[in-house]
């Protein structure tokens, strides 16, 4: 069997990217679960930040990362991530993703807690197909090997080192076992937890799952953010309305037409997402509405169909022409803050295995994601993942204090079987969702240790991923138990405030 330099699991930014660095220094293997650009990334709306723009500085991008990270955010990766920021962008321009322009400049985008503006978009609101496309094609004419339909299922580790990866070939249904000296993860996120998420069908949490099982370190699981604004209107997809539109001066509504979000924030509608979210929450219970309203109306027509055009085009194909008529908006699961546990050089706490994009927790978002920061944030790490000089490497400074628990909680309950992943996603929606309770978390947890016990040995895609859901789940909600505080997107009706003994990540690890 052939030993690869570098096998890395997802072919998302994270994926991609990582790869075209790596084939720099070795042989390199992608292995992705669906098609190349089955991924999240492709929906990426906003763009990507970085503190270009005349009078941005990246000590103002530290600070607007650290304030929306509440507290938990790890200062030298966010020094880190602002100060490489420039030259990562160059590399992307570099590489060909079209970015949009003014008058031959860059153009910059204002979003919610950003005190600049400092979003770099391409095609207005269609930034992820454009960087999967460019990366993508990229990788097709380069040397590095690309497996589709090939579904990571096992890490292997001997002697507490990485050997390889074990993967079920989707085409042949064989499982095949790829060494490597060097294993990557980089399969995105966990949006798929929920009944409400903006998220692709990829993101069933499989790279923690996998990493949970193989003796990894999770951390910061119970930071789950719920985008304000996703599409709400029966039988369609929670489609994001992105953050911009509210940066270009999008106003809330609740079904009554009044205007609320200045009775909750100073900063209105560009308020952090966890107080929107909150805020749009308590509007729908008042108004007994299962949605507000995201009014554009008085923008001009022509700034709405060149700005967001990926947007107008959706809600014009589901019967809504948004110059006219108020966007049906309510929150959903959008991004995973926690992840597998990593150093601001990818590493784990595993020889050999490294974690990118939105399955790892660099520590860079704390409690709360800075919007447009996760694009940036694979393109900073992977490149340190790739180019980290082993003679030079050096520990990272001490972050914020960790509370390790080795094995999750014994739970002493009967098993049940679970039909499939809707009830799964209807629990954690509604006891592990944006507003949660000591009482109902530790429900959640119950349940999920229930169908935990009755799992079947996985045989095929669906079912390798009801399992990972199932883990990733509990992962989820004892972490959201632990943490007897609220902070940034964890909000405990037990716990409503923000806590000094809180300052310190939930760290799980198998037993
Ligand atoms: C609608 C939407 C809009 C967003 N907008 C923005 C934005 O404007 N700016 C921003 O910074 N961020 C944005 N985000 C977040 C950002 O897009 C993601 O965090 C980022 O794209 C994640 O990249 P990734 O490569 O880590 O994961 P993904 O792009 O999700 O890729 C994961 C890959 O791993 C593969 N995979 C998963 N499990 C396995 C397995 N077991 N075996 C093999 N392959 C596997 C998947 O098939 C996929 O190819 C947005 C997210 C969404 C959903």
Same mark, same amino acid.
């Given at each position: 069997?052939?030993?690869?330099?570098?096998?890395? &699991?997802?072919?998302?930014?994270?994926?991609?990217?990582?790869?075209?660095?790596?084939?720099?220094?070795?042989?390199?293997?992608?292995?992705?679960?669906?098609?190349?650009?089955?991924?999240?990334?492709?929906?990426?709306?906003?763009? &990507?930040?970085?503190?270009?723009?005349?009078?941005?500085? *990246?000590?103002?991008?530290?600070?607007?990362?650290?304030?929306?990270?509440?507290?938990?955010?790890?200062?030298?990766?966010?020094?880190?991530?602002?100060?490489?920021?420039?030259?990562?962008?160059?590399?992307?321009?570099?590489?060909?993703?079209?970015?949009?322009? &003014?008058?031959?400049?860059?153009?910059?985008?204002?979003?919610?807690?950003?005190?600049?503006?400092?979003?770099?978009?391409?095609?207005?609101?269609?930034?992820? !197909?454009?960087?999967?496309?460019?990366?993508?094609?990229?990788?097709?004419?380069?040397?590095? !090997?690309?497996?589709?339909?090939?579904?990571?299922?096992?890490?292997?580790?001997?002697?507490?080192?990485?050997?390889?990866?074990?993967?079920?070939?989707?085409?042949?249904?064989?499982?095949?076992?790829?060494?490597?000296?060097?294993?990557?993860?980089?399969?995105?996120?966990?949006?798929?937890?929920?009944?409400?998420?903006?998220?692709?069908?990829?993101?069933?949490?499989?790279?923690?799952?996998?990493?949970?099982?193989?003796?990894?370190?999770?951390?910061?699981?119970?930071?789950?953010?719920?985008?304000?604004?996703?599409?709400?209107?029966?039988?369609?997809? *929670?489609?994001?309305?992105?953050?911009?539109?509210?940066?270009?001066?999008?106003?809330?509504?609740?079904?009554?037409?009044?205007?609320?979000?200045?009775?909750?924030?100073?900063?209105?509608?560009?308020?952090?997402?966890?107080?929107?979210?909150?805020?749009?929450?308590?509007?729908?219970?008042?108004?007994?509405?299962?949605?507000?309203?995201?009014?554009?109306?008085?923008?001009?027509?022509?700034?709405?169909?060149?700005?967001? *055009?990926?947007?107008?085009?959706?809600?014009? $194909?589901?019967?809504?022409?948004?110059?006219?008529?108020?966007?049906?908006?309510?929150?959903?699961?959008?991004?995973?803050?926690?992840?597998?546990?990593?150093?601001?050089?990818?590493?784990?706490?595993?020889?050999?295995?490294?974690?990118?994009?939105?399955?790892?927790?660099?520590?860079?978002?704390?409690?709360?994601?800075?919007?447009?920061?996760?694009?940036?944030?694979?393109?900073? %790490?992977?490149?340190?993942?790739?180019?980290?000089?082993?003679?030079? %490497?050096?520990? $990272?400074? /001490?972050?914020?204090?960790?509370?390790?628990?080795?094995?999750?909680?014994?739970?002493?309950? *009967?098993?049940? /079987?679970?039909?499939?992943?809707?009830?799964?996603?209807?629990?954690?929606?509604?006891?592990?969702?944006? &507003?949660?309770?000591?009482?109902?978390?530790?429900?959640?947890?119950?349940?999920?240790?229930?169908?935990?016990?009755?799992?079947?040995? /996985?045989?095929?895609?669906?079912?390798?991923?009801?399992?990972?859901?199932?883990?990733?789940?509990?992962?989820?909600?004892?972490?959201?138990?632990?943490?007897?505080?609220?902070?940034?997107?964890?909000?405990?009706?037990?716990?409503?405030?923000?806590?000094?003994?809180?300052?310190?990540?939930?760290?799980?690890?198998?037993?």
């Amino acid at each position: 069997m052939r030993t690869y330099d570098y096998v890395i &699991i997802g072919s998302g930014i994270a994926g991609l990217y990582t790869a075209l660095l790596a084939q720099r220094r070795g042989t390199a293997l992608i292995l992705t679960k669906g098609s190349i650009d089955d991924c999240n990334t492709k929906h990426a709306q906003g763009g &990507i930040a970085a503190a270009i723009g005349e009078g941005d500085t *990246p000590d103002l991008h530290f600070w607007d990362t650290v304030v929306a990270g509440a507290g938990l955010s790890n200062r030298d990766t966010v020094r880190i991530l602002v100060t490489e920021a420039a030259d990562r962008i160059a590399d992307l321009i570099e590489l060909g993703v079209p970015f949009d322009t &003014i008058d031959g400049e860059v153009a910059l985008a204002r979003e919610a807690a950003h005190a600049m503006p400092r979003i770099l978009h391409a095609g207005g609101d269609a930034t992820g !197909e454009h960087i999967e496309v460019t990366l993508g094609r990229k990788v097709r004419q380069s040397r590095i !090997e690309v497996l589709e339909q090939c579904l990571a299922t096992q890490i292997v580790v001997e002697d507490g080192e990485v050997k390889g990866v074990r993967a079920l070939d989707a085409r042949t249904g064989s499982m095949e076992e790829f060494p490597c000296q060097q294993l990557v993860l980089a399969t995105g996120g966990g949006g798929r937890l929920f009944k409400y998420t903006t998220n692709s069908e990829v993101a069933t949490g499989d790279g923690v799952a996998l990493a949970f099982q193989a003796g990894a370190e999770i951390m910061d699981m119970e930071f789950i953010q719920f985008h304000p604004t996703a599409i709400r209107l029966p039988g369609v997809h *929670p489609f994001l309305i992105s953050e911009a539109v509210r940066g270009e001066g999008g106003l809330l509504r609740n079904v009554e037409g009044y205007r609320f979000m200045p009775d909750y924030s100073p900063e209105k509608e560009l308020a952090p997402r966890d107080v929107v979210t909150r805020s749009m929450l308590y509007e729908m219970q008042k108004t007994g509405s299962d949605r507000v309203f995201l009014d554009i109306t008085h923008l001009a027509p022509r700034v709405i169909t060149t700005r967001f *055009p990926h947007i107008y085009r959706f809600c014009l $194909d589901h019967g809504l022409d948004i110059t006219k008529g108020q966007i049906p908006v309510a929150p959903a699961a959008h991004y995973m803050m926690g992840g597998v546990k990593t150093n601001s050089w990818g590493e784990t706490n595993i020889k050999g295995l490294f974690a990118v994009g939105e399955t790892a927790c660099t520590g860079l978002h704390g409690a709360n994601r800075l919007a447009s920061n996760s694009l940036l944030e694979v393109l900073v %790490f992977a490149k340190r993942v790739v180019e980290r000089d082993i003679d030079k %490497f050096s520990e $990272d400074g /001490p972050g914020v204090g960790e509370l390790v628990h080795c094995g999750l909680p014994r739970r002493d309950v *009967p098993p049940v /079987p679970l039909a499939g992943s809707t009830a799964l996603q209807t629990l954690m929606w509604e006891n592990v969702g944006i &507003i949660r309770g000591g009482d109902t978390l530790d429900q959640a947890a119950n349940a999920i240790a229930s169908w935990e016990k009755c799992l079947e040995k /996985p045989v095929d895609r669906s079912s390798y991923e009801l399992n990972s859901l199932v883990l990733t789940a509990r992962l989820v909600a004892e972490a959201a138990l632990i943490r007897q505080e609220s902070r940034g997107a964890h909000f405990r009706t037990d716990f409503p405030e923000t806590s000094p003994d809180w300052v310190k990540h939930v760290v799980l690890k198998k037993g």
